[in-house]
């Protein structure tokens, strides 16, 4: 598996817990889609503001 295919997936899972209003396993899962967004920065698939941008509004969800 590729490194976006594997961000996608962890942004698929994550929005999937949101979306179902699974609040506190969307919380524990968070620090793998900062990983998952940190890895992609570092490989070049993603620029860092991109990617704190994409933590940024994804941790809002979580707290909305």
Do not use: C, H
Request: aromatic share 8%; no cysteine; glycine share 4%.
């Amino acid at each position: 598996m590729g490194r976006w295919s594997a961000l996608e997936k962890v942004l698929k899972n994550f929005s999937r817990l949101v979306k179902a209003k699974k609040i506190d396993e969307a919380k524990k899962y968070y620090p793998q889609v900062q990983g998952a967004l940190d890895k992609a920065t570092k490989q070049g698939i993603m620029k860092a503001n991109t990617a704190s941008r994409k933590k940024s509004r994804l941790f809002k969800k979580i707290r909305t």
